[in-house]
């Protein structure tokens, strides 16, 4: 065998090598994608899109700062937010927000509540005004 075949061989073998190697990575690859898909089909979303309500986040924020001035006893401007009937129909009335939201004439009246708490009340007409 002379010089230049034995070159010849050897990168011929090299090349094979890579070729298995590549291969070799390439279904690696594949197979835990398919694994990992077939994991998440299995397994519960740990953080599906939940549903804000009266009883998981509306009640707290009109209890905190509305129910004050706002309950069947003091029934300020004729507006009760103490239960979830009476509180709902503010809301869909549109009232609620737009009070919420006014910067001359704001509910409460010592200003606007952070962005975050009114978009939780946005968030709760949004998905359907539901009780739980
Ligand atoms: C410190 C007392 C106080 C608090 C707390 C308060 N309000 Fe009021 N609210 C009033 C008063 C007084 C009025 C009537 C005067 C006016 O409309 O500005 C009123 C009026 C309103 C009205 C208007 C009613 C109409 O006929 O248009 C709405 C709606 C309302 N409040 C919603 C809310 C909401 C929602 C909250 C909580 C985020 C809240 N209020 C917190 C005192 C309060």
């Not at 070159?7 to 279904?27: A, R």
């Not at 507006?79 to 939201?101: N, Y």
């Amino acid at each position: 065998m002379n010089y230049k075949a034995t070159i010849k061989k050897k990168s011929f073998y090299i090349g094979l090598l890579y070729l298995l190697m590549s291969t070799m990575v390439l279904v690696g690859c594949e197979t835990s994608t398919l694994s990992e898909l077939a994991e998440s089909e299995e397994e519960p979303d740990p953080d599906p899109i939940a549903l804000v309500t009266y009883d998981n986040t509306a009640k707290a924020i009109l209890d905190n700062a509305c129910i004050e001035c706002h309950n069947t006893v003091i029934p300020t401007a004729g507006i009760i937010l103490d239960s979830f009937e009476t509180a709902r129909a503010v809301a869909e009335s549109g009232r609620m927000i737009a009070r919420m939201t006014s910067t001359n004439n704001p509910m409460p009246p010592s200003g606007n509540l952070p962005n975050s708490i009114i978009e939780d009340i946005m968030d709760w007409i949004d998905d359907g005004l539901l009780e739980n």
